[in-house]
Structures are given as C-alpha cells and as structure tokens.
C-alpha cells in the first residue's frame, strides 16, 4: 500500500517536473518514420542508390577500370542478360568485368551493367547539382523577400513578382528550349534544370520568413546588433529549411525523370556519359529484339524516383505536425 | 469585386509585358542564330544569309526587334521564318489537333480522380487506400516515355490495332463505324497516358481535402445526431470538400496549349508540342515566341479565373 502510495507520489512529482521531451528531435523522427512502412522501403533504396552510384564511379573510372562502360565488342552485340561472353572471339581486355553480362549488352557490344553503373552516378549528380542550384537561389531569394521585405515593401513586390513572371513559363518547355540553344553539356543540363526550378522554394521560405521575422528570438537576435545576414543564415534558415527539404527530396525525382525526357529527345546528357535516360532512349529502337536496353534503365529510373517520392512524402509527415494524426 | 478585377487584370498585364520581354532576351542572347542553323546549305550563301537578316529584322537592335515582333503579333503578321506562314494560322490547325487529346485526357482525369479519392478518403488506411496511393506513386515516378512503350506494345500485341498517329493510313471508304472507332483506338492510348499524372495528383488530392473536411467538427455533429454514414460522407463532408476543385477548373486552361511533347513525339501525333518542339530545333523564333506568348496569358487568364470563382463560391473569402 504505502509502496503504491510513494509510487504515485513520484509519478505526480515527474508530472510537476520542468517537462524535458524524453527523446531527442531525431529519435522521435525515426519512431515517426518507422510507422510509414513506404518511407522506409523509400529510405533504403535511397541508400542503396547512393552505394550504387558510388561504387560504380570507383568501378567505372580509371585507365583500367574493372567495368568499362565504354568497351565496344561488335561481335557481342544485343546479347542477353546473363549469357558468358564467347571468350575466343574476345581479347582478354575485353572480357566484361564480371565473367558475364550481368545485363546484356547493347547494340555495340558495350557491357549494360557497367553502362548502367556508369549512370547511375551520372543520374544523381545531375538530381543532386540541379537540386542544389535550385535550393540555393531559392533560399536566397526567398530569404531576402521575407526578411527585408518587413522594412522595405517594394523588395518584397519585386521579388514576388518576378517569381510570378518565372512561374508563367512552361517549364518542360522552357528547359528544352534553353538546353536546344545551349551547346550541349551535362553541366548546362544541370544549371538549366536548377535555374528554372527554384520558384517552389523561395515561395516556401518566404512563407516560413514572414511568420519567423515577427518572433521573439528574430527580435532578440536584432536587440543584440546580430547583422541581418547572420540572423537570415543562422538563425532563420534552420528554422524555415523543413518544408524545402521535402520539396528537394521530390525535386530530385521529378530533375531525374527531367534528364531521362530531355534523353529522349535528343536533348540529354550527351555522349560518351551513360545516363539511364539515354540508354533507355537508345535502348527504344530494339525494344522487340533487345527488351533488357528499355526495361533494366526504365525500371531502374522508376524505382529510384518512386523511392525519392515514397521518402520525400514521408519526411512531409513527419516534420509536419499537423499531418501527424492523419496518417 | 470590381476593384480587385481591376487591380488584378492591371497586375497580370504588367506581369505579361515582363513575361514577354524575358521570353525574348532568353531566345536573343541565346549563342546561335537561326541563320546559322544549316552552314552545310549550298543555298545558305552569305548574301542570302543577309537577306534573311534584313528581311527578319535580325540586323537591327534588340529593342527594335522586340517591337516589332510584339507589332506584328498583335496585328496577326507574324510569320514563321521557316516556311513564311501565317504563325498564328499555324498554331491553330495543330491547336485543333491537340484539342481532342486534351478534351479526353482532362475528362477522364476528373471522373476517374474523384471515385478513387474520395474511395480512399473514407476507407482510410484500408486496403484500397493504401493501394492506391502506392499506385499513384507509382505513375508518379514513371518516366513517361517508358510507360507509353511499355502500352504500345500491349495494345499492339494483344488487341491487334495500330495506334501511332492520328488515323490509320488509307483507310478510304471503310464503313463509319470502323472509322469511328480506329480514330478512338488512336485518341485513347496518348491521353490515358496524357491523364495518368494527373489523375495520380488530382485522386492524393481529392483524398487529403476529403480527410480534411471528415476530421471537422460539424462532421462529427452529423454523425452524432444519427446521420446515416453515407449521407455524412457524401451531403455533409463531400460537398465542403469540393470546394477548392472548382477553382481547379481554372487551372486547367494552361493545358490547352501545353500537349506534352514527349508523348505526341512517340504517338506522331501533330499537335501543339510537336510543332514547338519542331520550331526550337529549327530555331523558328516566332513560333516559338508566340507559343510562349499565348501559354503565358493562359496561365494569367486562368489563375485570374480561379480567383474569382474562389469568390463566387465561397463566402467566407472577400478579398
């Protein structure tokens, strides 16, 4: 009795305590996430296509790399997955790194799989760098709209305003055009997919800006003479980066899917680089003789850009807490 | 009211000016110009090449050049450098063309996005929901490209009916209904696969708003007083949740001069994509110009639209 007397005693005196959440930010995050079986599944294969990518730039590159994309052998063309390259017929440089077409081989006898490492490295780094333009000029404009447009209205109008005329073009159609009148580059492919792209963002942390600019901790860090430069990078932007990670998660698909389009019409990363985009589209003509070339980048690209979304969805539920509930 | 339509069409027409003015500058400063398209021409001789220029206004200065573009655009002068046709008339026959595609595409995105939204939305986290979400990740995140291959080859291999182009070649004096149908046969493939995104984003949508509006209070009041589940779901919850889609048909308007290039490449079909498509590698600048133009004031004219049936619809918002 006096047993449960105390026990309760300390349970109200732990209800009185100053509350200290139990877990860390991130632990609680995890458990969040853990919940949604599709984020997970999502997380892992994001993981495993960073693994990927990064173990086929160290296999694919080099004087002598183990898996060379770029190895023609035309007396091995369209040959299918699996089957044991003809080992007279080859020079021993030329035997696939693996002993067999892991993949099959293309119409000139180039190794799929090692094209297929080869681009996936080069998939994600145009994902990565166009994202990355686009985070960045979205945090920057957006940032200087919300924060100085508390003093100075016409900076804020301006800015917006511009973000309206961008958001009046089409964008596929804007990349295509841009990327046809630029000579052809996989660093100008990334710069014009992240210089069109950016207008989510800024909307995002303008948004973010206005509540935060009119909180104590903005006014605190004013009172003390902080710079405003300092206040914007250091004390707003990690408070206002939540909703523009998700949209960077779901950005990188939707720049991954981009490249593969532009591919298709002759507009993608050019040649010696393989991107999936590219051997998909070259893979197109032998569709009936050679289904590997369409289906192994095809489903490579979609299971890649469906894990982005599933992940991307399920960073938005756990760092919004109004959605918590729902799902 | 009449304030904010006046304050809003003054706004979109300043907005349209810079859109204009940008469109140009990114064409112009662009390195190449369209007389340097075909060098290896024997007919491109430098002396042709000047008439071109001059013939073109390309050897005046930019601001020039941009009014009288801008001139002859809106006195319907605008000719294509390629073929020195009415630029407008052009876009109107592939205009025509498209029309179908995305009459069809849009209507089976709304009937379908609907059902399955509002499906999911009341059979939360049950099967179905959950399947169609995983679904509509799934066309997402497919390329889509790759899916109209993967369609083709089973409509071709299972049905036996030719579906690339418009029509099929020299059909003459079949009976009607045989027309009729190989043209719907050709309509269906390019705008099932015109609508897959969109019903993918419409149904989550559908879906989310509907959870919304069932987590409300006057929902539960309904339910409480002894409403049947079905009149709570559908009078009570349904119509409150419709209300953001009405606006939605002003979004659309944007699509009517968008045709996705990539699937009227694959299907041959002659429609608007297409044809942009094919002015920017023959960099015909008017073309490309006056579809800009014209997808840039439907984008105003349809947010404009949404605004206002925003207004119309729902009380609670007096701007």
């Known amino acids: 009795m006096t047993n449960d007397y105390t026990k309760a005693i300390s349970k109200d005196s732990d209800a009185n305590a100053p509350a200290v959440p139990r877990r860390s930010r991130l632990r609680e995050s995890w458990q969040l996430l853990k919940q949604n079986r599709l984020a997970v599944v999502g997380l892992v294969i994001f993981v495993l296509f960073f693994c990927t990518a990064f173990i086929g730039l160290v296999l694919t590159t080099g004087t002598n790399p183990i898996f060379d994309p770029a190895m023609v052998r035309l007396q091995e063309k369209l040959r299918p997955p699996l089957s044991r390259p003809n080992l007279e017929a080859l020079r021993p440089e030329e035997v696939p790194g693996a002993g067999v077409y892991l993949l099959g081989t293309d119409d000139l006898g180039r190794d799929l799989f090692a094209r297929m490492l080869q681009g996936a490295w080069v998939s994600l780094t145009v994902g990565f760098v166009a994202v990355g333009i686009s985070v960045l000029v979205g945090i920057l404009v957006g940032g200087i709209?919300?924060?100085?447009?508390?003093?100075?209205?016409?900076?804020?109008?301006?800015?917006m305003r511009f973000v309206d005329i961008m958001l009046c073009f089409p964008s596929f159609f804007l990349i295509l055009t841009v990327?046809?009148?630029?000579p052809a580059s996989m660093y100008n492919i990334m710069i014009v997919i992240g210089l069109t792209s950016w207008m989510g963002s800024a909307r995002f942390v303008r948004a973010e800006f206005l509540s935060l600019r009119e909180q104590d901790f903005v006014t605190a860090a004013r009172a003390l003479g902080v710079n405003d430069w300092r206040i914007i990078f250091r004390h707003m932007i990690p408070n206002a980066i939540a909703p523009v990670l998700v949209s960077a998660t779901i950005g990188i698909a939707t720049a991954i899917l981009t490249e593969a389009g532009l591919s298709f019409l002759g507009?993608?990363?050019?040649?010696?680089?393989?991107?999936?985009?590219?051997?998909?589209?070259?893979?197109?003509?032998?569709?009936?003789?050679?289904?590997?070339?369409?289906?192994?980048?095809?489903?490579?690209?979609?299971?890649?850009?469906?894990?982005?979304?599933?992940?991307?969805?399920?960073?938005?539920?756990?760092?919004?807490?109004?959605?918590?509930?729902?799902? | 009211m009449l304030s904010f339509i006046g304050r809003s069409i003054i706004q979109k027409t300043v907005t349209l000016f810079f859109v204009s003015v940008v469109s140009f500058l990114i064409i112009h400063l662009a390195p190449g110009e369209p007389s340097q398209v075909d060098p290896l021409n024997p007919k491109f001789t430098p002396e042709i090449v000047e008439r071109f220029r001059k013939e073109f206004h390309l050897d005046k200065p930019?601001?020039?050049?941009?009014?009288y573009f801008y001139r002859d655009l809106f006195t319907g002068k605008t000719v294509s450098w390629k073929d020195n046709q009415s630029v407008l008339a052009k876009i109107w026959e592939r205009f025509l063309n498209s029309l179908p595609l995305f009459i069809v595409g849009t209507v089976i995105t709304w009937t379908l996005s609907f059902?399955?939204?509002?499906?999911?939305?009341?059979?939360?986290?049950?099967?179905?929901?959950?399947?169609?979400?995983?679904?509509?990740?799934?066309?997402?995140?497919?390329?889509?490209?790759?899916?109209?291959?993967?369609?083709?080859?089973?409509?071709?291999?299972?049905f036996h009916v030719p579906v690339i182009g418009m029509e099929t070649f020299g059909l003459g004096d079949a009976p009607w209904l045989h027309l009729i149908m190989d043209r719907v046969w050709h309509l269906l493939l390019p705008s099932v696969l015109g609508a897959t995104g969109g019903i993918a984003i419409l149904s989550r949508y559908v879906r989310s708003q509907m959870l919304e509006v069932e987590g409300q209070?006057?929902?539960?009041?309904?339910?409480?007083?002894?409403?049947?589940?079905?009149?709570?779901?559908?009078?009570?919850?349904?119509?409150?949740?419709?209300?953001?889609?009405?606006?939605?048909?002003?979004l659309i308007l944007p699509g009517l001069i968008g045709g996705s290039v990539i699937i009227e490449s694959i299907f041959s079909w002659p429609g608007m994509g297409r044809m942009a498509y094919e002015a920017i590698l023959a960099r015909d600048y008017p073309i490309i110009l006056t579809v800009n133009f014209i997808s840039a004031v439907l984008v105003l004219?349809?947010?404009?639209i949404s605004d206002l049936l925003y207004l119309v619809v729902d009380p609670r918002i007096r701007l």
Not at chain 1, 179 to 182: C, P, R
Not at chain 2, 62 to 67: E, L, R, S, W
């Open chain 1, 145 to 159: 709209a919300g924060y100085f447009g508390q003093n100075h209205t016409s900076i804020d109008t301006l800015i």
């Open chain 1, 179 to 182: 990327v046809a009148l630029l």
């Open chain 1, 267 to 327: 507009f993608g990363v050019p040649p010696p680089h393989a991107t999936w985009g590219n051997i998909l589209s070259d893979g197109r003509r032998f569709i009936f003789d050679a289904p590997w070339l369409t289906f192994a980048p095809g489903f490579a690209i979609l299971i890649v850009v469906l894990s982005f979304n599933l992940f991307g969805e399920g960073l938005r539920d756990i760092l919004n807490p109004k959605l918590r509930e729902r799902y």
């Open chain 2, 62 to 67: 930019m601001y020039v050049q941009y009014v």
């Open chain 2, 115 to 158: 059902p399955v939204g509002i499906r999911a939305a009341v059979g939360r986290s049950g099967l179905y929901d959950r399947s169609t979400t995983f679904l509509s990740y799934l066309l997402i995140s497919i390329p889509g490209f790759f899916f109209a291959y993967m369609l083709i080859i089973v409509v071709v291999t299972r």
């Open chain 2, 217 to 250: 209070d006057y929902v539960r009041t309904a339910r409480a007083k002894g409403v049947p589940e079905e009149q709570v779901h559908y009078k009570h919850a349904l119509r409150n949740a419709l209300l953001p889609f009405v606006t939605m048909f002003g």
């Open chain 2, 301 to 304: 004219a349809g947010t404009f």
